[in-house]
């Protein structure tokens, strides 16, 4: 299948995110040299594509967070001419970008393979095996403008939860092999394991999500809205990798590259787990009052079984012989798994996908816009914005040329956004103006476009049909004095 473009894919973003984003986004140039902090798991890292940096987020080679030169906050960031912190690491948890000072949570029971979770914020060890010098939300500031996260996959367990799916065939004999030989389950499907807490104490994942993960991810939410006050923040959610609806024939083994070593029951639960933790993803950004950009129904047509899909399948090998594994392959399950770097992520299609989504909605969160295309002196205009300080006080302007014409002030509220109305002045001269937002303490400033017309008839008609009526109104006046001379001389007839 021919691959979409990336203008075709942010064109398509830009309608499924923003709705009719030329209205409500900020003008180009408008965002350039803001900062932005971008957070989060190998997903916003791009882990998987070529090449790594050896300095970011700290330096080493390698350092262990596999953050690709073009993952989607880079290519965000070149998009919008923003200026970025990339923090992001693979196999980073909620602990590893950090919690308020003071929070803990209690240590989860996590059945095998579930990795334990720290009962506080914690400098992340990279599969590299080097430390972090600090957590993730260290970037952030009240300098912050705009901060992309995702986070929580690998606080539930998943790259562990598809390792413990893995089978050899779909045969009726056939069972998830980590789970049969390792953990000694007798299961035939992941479903049987990780949705019974009742037989397999701390496997159940949708306790771990609601009980353990949820309040972590609530808690780095906390600690993003307390260190950047003055950001927008955009929470983006993980992509689908399963589909909906599955069978057996979506199966292939391990000895293919980009394999999908998974039963069609195997594969349905993962998509249920997967929606989980996006629903729960959006329920903490809309607590919060972030941004949520939704991937999950732009991925729907383009999962691990479809014939173009934008994630990276299962390239792999039974590791029973070593404590180690190849070069260019990561262990997984205490190394009974080597799995090839970028399984089971968004490939390079993928991340296009999650660069156009994300690069729509922030151009969207930032904007001025005015309510009307036309208006007459005198006319009131409602006018909205976005993408300011909380609490600011915003200067409307009204401008042409090197001429300014002051329109009033506004508050921002506490998502940094405003509805006022204003008048346009008298002596507004007659053509194509912009209104302007200032923020008075963040210098951010917006526009849209308004053109000022003669009158009011002429900004809801425009000039043509003007003519046109007033023509018809000569028009009506000559057949009224008609009418008025022809009544006089029928009386004067008939009086004589």
């Not at 916003?44 to 967070?65: E, H, I, V």
């Not at 992941?190 to 609601?210: E, H, K």
């Not at 589909?243 to 999908?260: E, G, I, L, Q």
Request: with cysteine.
């Amino acid at each position: 299948m021919r691959r979409a473009s990336w203008v075709s894919l942010l064109a398509l973003a830009s309608l499924a995110v923003a709705g009719a984003v030329p209205a409500t986004a900020a003008a180009p140039g408008e965002l350039d040299g803001l900062e932005y902090v971008s957070l989060g798991d190998s997903y916003s890292a791009g882990f998987g594509l070529t090449p790594y940096s050896s300095t970011s987020p700290f330096a080493g080679d390698p350092n262990g967070c596999y953050q690709a030169h073009a993952n989607y906050p880079h290519n965000v960031a070149s998009a919008l001419k923003l200026d970025l912190t990339d923090q992001t690491c693979s196999g980073a948890i909620s602990a590893n970008l950090g919690y308020p000072s003071g929070a803990s949570f209690p240590i989860p029971v996590s059945a095998d393979p579930l990795p334990e979770l720290p009962p506080g914020d914690q400098l992340q060890v990279t599969l590299s095996g080097m430390t972090a010098p600090e957590l993730q939300i260290a970037g952030l500031s009240a300098d912050t403008d705009v901060v992309t996260l995702a986070i929580g996959g690998n606080d539930l367990g998943f790259a562990d939860i598809a390792t413990a799916c893995i089978r050899e065939d779909v045969d009726s004999d056939s069972v998830p092999l980590y789970l049969y030989y390792e953990v000694g389950a007798d299961v035939s499907n992941c479903a049987d394991y990780f949705g019974n807490d009742s037989t397999y104490l701390g496997a159940d994942l949708f306790t771990r999500l609601s009980g353990d993960v949820e309040p972590r991810i609530q808690s780095t939410f906390d600690a993003v809205k307390q260190l950047a006050p003055n950001a927008q923040v955009f929470v983006v959610g993980y992509p689908q990798i399963a589909p909906a609806s599955a069978t057996d024939a979506c199966f292939s083994s391990m000895d293919n590259d980009n394999a999908v070593p998974f039963s069609g029951t195997d594969i349905e639960f993962i998509n249920t787990v997967e929606g989980a933790l996006d629903a729960t993803l959006q329920s903490q950004a809309e607590a919060h009052g972030f941004h949520f950009v939704s991937s999950w129904a732009s991925t729907a047509n383009n999962t691990l079984c479809s014939n173009d899909p934008w994630i990276s399948g299962l390239t792999a090998y039974v590791n029973l012989d070593s404590s180690t594994c190849e070069a260019g392959y990561l262990p997984e399950a205490d190394a009974y798994v080597c799995v090839k770097l970028g399984a089971l992520h968004p490939n390079e299609q993928g991340v296009e996908n999650l660069t156009a989504l994300t690069t729509a909605a922030v151009q969207a969160a930032f904007h001025v816009s005015a309510s009307v295309d036309e208006a007459a002196r005198g006319d009131a205009v409602d006018v909205t914005g976005s993408g300011f300080h909380p609490g600011e006080t915003v200067r409307l302007e009204l401008r042409l040329g090197g001429v300014t014409l002051q329109l009033g002030t506004a508050v921002a509220d506490a998502s940094g956004s405003f509805s006022t109305s204003v008048t346009v002045p008298a002596s507004a001269a007659v053509g194509s103006h912009t209104v302007h937002g200032v923020g008075l303490e963040s210098g951010r400033s917006f526009s849209d476009t308004l053109s000022v017309v003669r009158t009011a008839a002429l900004a809801a008609t425009g000039p043509a049909d003007a003519t046109a009526a007033v023509l018809l109104g000569f028009g009506l006046l000559g057949l009224g004095a008609a009418s008025v001379l022809a009544a006089r001389t029928g009386r004067r007839r008939s009086n004589s």
